[in-house]
C-alpha cells in the first residue's frame, strides 16, 4: 500500500523552512500477526516538535534525519491482525506525520468517536489539555480568586488554561497575537485580553497582581510577570515559544532579583511526566466540555504535503486554538 | 550621653559611595521606665541593606533619608530600666548604624557570650547562618550525595551552605572572587572551588551535572548553572549581588528555556518568612559549630565612621565570610 510521511532533512537554524523536510512516497506492508494497519485522518503539530528537531541534548532524543518524524495522530484501522482492534476502530497513536502506520499496537489506544470528535484527542481532550490541567491545577496549585496570566492564550494550551482558571472563579488575563485571537479569548470569558502586537505585556500588566502565571512565550512576557508578581506567586513554565525559533540570545528577562525578593516559584515542568494525571483529566474536561464550560476551536491545513508549512504556521502564530493537519481532506 | 549614628542621605545609583551617607553625632537620652540603653560592640552590614537603600517598592520598607539606618548589631547593656535586661548583658538587637541605642527592648534578645562569641549571632549562629539553613534544606531539599553549587561561597551565607552540603555527604562546588577566598573554601572541604575573575562558571562547570544550586549572585552564574543542571534540579534563589548595583539590564541568563526542558524549580525566598526554624537551625548550628564541623571567617573594619565604606567594600567583595563593623575597637 502507497502511503506518504514527512521526513526532516536539515536540522532548522532559526525559523524552520519547508526545504528542511521532504514528503517522501513509501510502501506500507501488510500488517504481520500481532500487527495493525492505520489510516490517519488528522495529525497534531505542536511546538515541543521544535525541540526535537535539534540535535541539541534534551529530554528526548532528536527526529533523525533522513527518518519519518512522529507525533500525535488520529485515523482509523484499516486492517487488524490484533485482537482488541478491529477495522473501523478510532485510533490515537504517535504515528503522525505519515498517512499510513503499521504497528505492533505500541502506544495505539482506541477513542470513542461517539462520545466526542475524534480531533478533540489531539486537543481539548488530548496532550494540549491534559498539560494545562496539571500545568495549572498542580504545578501552579490554582486557588480560588487567583489573579492569572496566561500568555499564548488562544493557543491549544493556554486557550484551555484560562477557561479553567475562569472555571475557578479566577481573575484571568490573557496574551495572543492577533485582534481576532483576543476577540476569541474575550468570548472565552477572559477579563482581560490582549494582542501582544499591539500592547507591551509590560504595559497590559500595569496595575495587576499575579497569582499564578502560566507561561508559554517566556521572554518579554516573563519579564512582565516578574514584574507584576504578587508575593509568593507560581510561575508555571509550560513553554517559551519566543525562544525556539531565535538564534541570538536575549537580554530578557532584566529583572531576575524579583524571584528573590518576591519569593517566587519557577516550576518547568513536561506533561509526560504527569499521565497519571489523565483519569482525573479525562473525567473533568470531557464533562467540562460536554457542558461548553471549555470550549475549543481548532485551525485545519489540508494535506500532508502541507504539514510542513502547518508547523511553520503554528510557529509564525497561524492557528487559534489547536493546529491540525487533515490528511483525508478530499 | 553622645553616640555616633549613619544615616542615609541620597539613594544610590549604582555602587553606593560614601557621600551618600553621612555619620553624625547625638545625644542620647537617659532610659526612661522599661527602656534599656545599649552600646553596640559589632554591627553587621549585609547585602540585603542595599534593598532598603532604594525606594524602589520591595519586600521591607526603605530606609528613610536622613533617618538613621538600622540592622543587626551585638552590644551590651550600659542601663536598664527594664526587668528582664541587667548592666553588662550582651545583647543582639536590629538598633545596628549607631553606637549607643536607647530602645523598649523591641527585637532586643540576651545572648550568651559564654557559649560563643557574641559575633557569631550576627554570622554562622546569626541570620547569614539561618539563611543557609533555611534555604538549603528547606527550599532546596538538598539529599544526601546530591552535587551541589553555591556562588558567592567565600560569603557569610555561602560559606555556610557549602559546609552545610558537605556534612550531608554531598559534592559541593562554590565560586568566589579572589585566590585567597578560593584557598579558603577549598580548605573547608569544598571539592571543588574557582576565582571567578579567572575562570568563568561556565567553564568551571563543564561536565557537572547539579541537583542544587545556592545562587548568591545571578547573572552568568545563573545561566552557568541553568546549563549544567540535572532534570528536576531545585535552584534556591537567597540572593543576586551581581544585580544589586547594577544599573543596565544584563544579557543573561540566556537561556531561561532550559527551565521548561529540565523541569527546573526556582524558588526565591527571604529568611524573615522562616524564623519558626530558629530553634531546629540553633541546635544544629551550634553543634557543628563547637565540633569545628562548621568554620567561619570574619572580616572586620573598625569605627562607626568607616561603617558605609565596609558596606561598600562588602559590595565589592572586600570579605571574607561574614563582614563587620567593630565600634569600640579603641
Not at 92 to 116: H, P, T
Not at 294 to 314: C, H, K, S, W
Amino acid at each position: 500500500m502507497k502511503s506518504r510521511e514527512v521526513r526532516l532533512v536539515s536540522r532548522p537554524q532559526g525559523m524552520p523552512r519547508e526545504e528542511d523536510f521532504e514528503v517522501a512516497e513509501v510502501d506500507v506492508a501488510e500488517p504481520a500477526d500481532g500487527e495493525v494497519l492505520i489510516r490517519n485522518e488528522l495529525m497534531s503539530v505542536d511546538p515541543y516538535m521544535r525541540g526535537r528537531m535539534s540535535d541539541a541534548k534534551s529530554y528526548s532524543a532528536p527526529f533523525e534525519l533522513g527518518e519519518p518524524m512522529h507525533g500525535g495522530a488520529v485515523g482509523r484501522v484499516i486492517a487488524s491482525r490484533r485482537e482488541e482492534l478491529e477495522e473501523g476502530d478510532w485510533v490515537f497513536s504517535q504515528l503522525g506525520w505519515r498517512e499510513v502506520a503499521r504497528s505492533d499496537g505500541e502506544g495505539v489506544r482506541k477513542i470513542d468517536a461517539d462520545a466526542a470528535p475524534p480531533s478533540t484527542a489531539l486537543g481539548v481532550l488530548g496532550m494540549p489539555g491534559l498539560t494545562a490541567y496539571v500545568g495549572l491545577l498542580d504545578i501552579g496549585e490554582l486557588q480560588e480568586g487567583d489573579t492569572v496570566f496566561v500568555s499564548g492564550a488562544a493557543g491549544a494550551v493556554g486557550s484551555v488554561a484560562g477557561q479553567i482558571a475562569k472555571l475557578k472563579r479566577c481573575r484571568v488575563i490573557g496574551s495572543a497575537g492577533s485582534a481576532e485571537k483576543v476577540a476569541w479569548i474575550e468570548e472565552l470569558g477572559f477579563d482581560k485580553a490582549f494582542d501582544y502586537h499591539e500592547t507591551s505585556p509590560r504595559e497590559a500588566l500595569r496595575g495587576e497582581k499575579l497569582d499564578v502565571y502560566f507561561d508559554n512565550v517566556g521572554g518579554d512576557h516573563l519579564e512582565a510577570a516578574l514584574g507584576a508578581a504578587k508575593t509568593h506567586a507560581r510561575f508555571v513554565e509550560c513553554g517559551m515559544i519566543s525562544r525556539y525559533n531565535a538564534t541570538e540570545p536575549e537580554p530578557a528577562p532584566r529583572n531576575m532579583q524579583l524571584i528573590v525578593t518576591k519569593q517566587l516559584r519557577i516550576q518547568g515542568f513536561l506533561v509526560f511526566e504527569h499521565f497519571h494525571r489523565s483519569r482525573d483529566f479525562f473525567r473533568d474536561m470531557s464533562g467540562w466540555v460536554r457542558e461548553a464550560k471549555v470550549r475549543y476551536r481548532e485551525t485545519y491545513v489540508d494535506g500532508i504535503e502541507n504539514a510542513p508549512r502547518a508547523f511553520i504556521g503554528l510557529m509564525e502564530g497561524d492557528n487559534i486554538g489547536k493546529m491540525l493537519v487533515r490528511l483525508n481532506a478530499s
